[in-house]
């Protein structure tokens, strides 16, 4: 099934960059694979897919060592939720990407806790870009001060923007906010930041961002099924 669904969703990606003039190839997929197990990451591995986020710092790194130790290579794993301050040694020491910087002190601490032998962390500054009161990241008139800063510490490297906007109503509202998104991008990349990475869209709105710019989205139900999340205590 999950092997099904990696093909129905890269096509639904193909389709997308088709209408939008776009070639194909210039939108990667991320398999979101929190509360998901290992397994379910073998499986999409060995249907071809390599880039894998999670939300959940622990959860992450489980399944990062577990995999490592039964030999699945070239994994590229992307820490793809709000990441807390206390939070960023296991992310530094165990992820290839991290999309949830919205603040300098989590930069600074990614950056000191980074292991020398490891490549720089490749990462993005969240932009609440349409306000959302309950989420995260930087607001858009704060995003170049931060980038900037983010851009000049050591052991990381500023790749891009990341954006989780409310649910739109419909197709055009969808692609108005992800436009708001990729003209700070454009914006950024004119104060001499070379920028290369949108990450936006998700399972019911990646037709929308790959119209507006996008060229990474996170897809997770659409490739390994509903989610069940344990019951609060």
Same mark, same amino acid.
């Given at each position: 099934?999950?092997?099904? %669904?990696?093909?129905?969703?890269?096509?639904?990606?193909?389709?997308?960059?088709?209408?939008?003039?776009?070639?194909?190839?210039?939108?990667?997929?991320?398999?979101?694979?929190?509360? @998901?197990?290992?397994?379910?990451?073998?499986?999409? /591995?060995?249907?071809?897919?390599?880039?894998?986020?999670? %939300?959940?710092?622990?959860? &992450?790194?489980?399944?990062?060592?577990?995999? =490592?130790?039964?030999?699945?290579?070239?994994?590229? /794993?992307?820490?793809?939720?709000?990441?807390?301050? %206390?939070?960023?040694?296991?992310?530094?020491?165990?992820?290839? /990407?991290?999309?949830?910087?919205?603040? =300098?002190?989590?930069?600074?601490?990614?950056?000191?806790?980074?292991?020398?032998?490891?490549?720089?962390?490749?990462?993005?500054?969240?932009?609440?870009?349409?306000?959302?009161? %309950?989420?995260?990241?930087? =607001?858009?008139?704060?995003?170049?001060?931060?980038?900037?800063?983010?851009?000049? *510490?050591?052991? *990381?490297?500023?790749? &891009?923007?990341?954006?989780?906007?409310?649910?739109?109503?419909?197709?055009?509202?969808?692609?108005?906010? @992800?436009?708001?998104?990729?003209?700070? @991008?454009?914006?950024?990349?004119?104060?001499?930041?070379?920028?290369?990475? *949108?990450?936006?869209?998700?399972?019911?709105?990646?037709?929308?961002?790959?119209?507006?710019?996008?060229? =990474?989205?996170?897809? &997770?139900?659409?490739? @390994?099924?509903?989610?069940?999340?344990?019951?609060?205590?």
């Amino acid at each position: 099934m999950i092997s099904a %669904n990696l093909q129905a969703v890269q096509a639904r990606i193909e389709l997308a960059c088709a209408r939008a003039g776009r070639p194909k190839g210039s939108v990667q997929l991320l398999a979101v694979s929190k509360t @998901f197990d290992a397994e379910a990451v073998r499986q999409a /591995w060995s249907a071809g897919q390599r880039a894998f986020g999670e %939300n959940y710092v622990q959860e &992450g790194v489980e399944k990062v060592q577990q995999l =490592l130790a039964a030999g699945l290579a070239g994994i590229e /794993w992307h820490c793809i939720g709000p990441l807390q301050s %206390n939070k960023t040694r296991p992310v530094a020491e165990h992820f290839d /990407w991290v999309h949830t910087v919205d603040r =300098l002190k989590v930069a600074q601490r990614l950056s000191e806790q980074r292991p020398p032998e490891l490549p720089p962390l490749q990462v993005c500054v969240q932009v609440n870009v349409d306000g959302g009161p %309950n989420k995260s990241g930087v =607001l858009p008139e704060q995003a170049l001060e931060l980038a900037q800063a983010v851009a000049a *510490l050591p052991r *990381l490297r500023l790749r &891009g923007l990341m954006c989780i906007p409310e649910p739109a109503p419909d197709f055009a509202s969808a692609c108005a906010v @992800f436009g708001r998104a990729r003209a700070l @991008f454009d914006a950024l990349n004119v104060q001499g930041l070379a920028l290369d990475t *949108l990450s936006m869209g998700m399972s019911d709105d990646l037709e929308a961002a790959v119209a507006s710019g996008s060229t =990474l989205v996170r897809v &997770g139900s659409a490739i @390994f099924g509903t989610r069940h999340y344990p019951a609060p205590a």
